[in-house]
């Protein structure tokens, strides 16, 4: 069963577009984290959030948790070479020791 | 400041030998730590965890085991490695403590292995 179901799976964007990465599930999570990972390396993490409704933002990545803490997404303005990568989020639970990872989002950015 | 190593980077092993995959963590004390595995592009699948020493707790029942000998230290293991036990192994921890922002998990560099 997967908890976390991110769309799309693939982005593929021109420099200076904005786009929107979504994370969605039925179970509410403690908390939600989001990463990026390039090729042959391990995931970096880019942000958590764990109140309804909160909105972090880092630089051009706005990160928004939903009310209910079903849900997040990702909305990058103006993007850059440099985005590109696989962004997965994760929740975790409570009960739970381990982190549900979502599907992941493949992002290129075309300069 | 904390860190998580992993070795191998990379490696190459032919169908039937054994593994031995090695994670560190430096600068915490009492981790949680974690197995995943990662297919090319693709999310992770959580392989084995483990709360403290010598205890470790098996997600997904398959031709791997996993040992922790000491506070800081996560081992992955295969007797006989399976083409399908090829993949892109990362090693994670985290601080244990309230559920919230203690949730998050921090990654190594990964292993990258080839079974022939």
């Known amino acids: 069963t997967q908890l976390l179901e991110q769309s799309p799976q693939f982005l593929s964007i021109q420099e200076g577009e904005n786009l929107t990465v979504y994370c969605n599930s039925s179970s509410v999570f403690s908390s939600l984290q989001w990463y990026r990972q390039e090729p042959g390396e391990g995931p970096v993490l880019l942000v958590t959030v764990v109140t309804g409704g909160e909105v972090k933002k880092l630089k051009r990545l706005t990160f928004q948790f939903g009310d209910a803490r079903k849900d997040s997404s990702l909305h990058i303005t103006a993007a850059q070479p440099g985005d590109t990568g696989l962004y997965l989020c994760a929740g975790g639970q409570t009960g739970a020791n381990n982190l549900f990872f979502g599907t992941g989002t493949r992002l290129t950015v075309i300069p | 400041s904390q860190t998580i190593h992993q070795w191998p980077a990379t490696l190459v092993q032919p169908v039937g030998s054994p593994l031995s995959l090695e994670c560190t963590v430096e600068g915490t004390s009492n981790p949680n730590l974690y197995w995943y595995r990662q297919a090319a592009g693709r999310g992770l699948q959580l392989l084995f965890y483990?709360?403290?020493?010598?205890?470790i707790s098996s997600e997904v029942p398959q031709n791997l085991s996993a040992s922790r000998p000491q506070d800081r230290q996560f081992i992955l293991s295969s007797k006989k490695l399976l083409l399908s036990d090829s993949g892109f192994y990362l090693c994670?921890?985290?601080?244990?403590?309230?559920?919230?922002?203690?949730?998050?998990?921090?990654f190594g560099p990964g292993t990258r292995l080839t079974v022939l």
């Open positions: 994670a921890w985290r601080k244990p403590g309230p559920r919230g922002r203690t949730d998050t998990q921090y």
């Open positions: 483990s709360v403290g020493i010598g205890q």
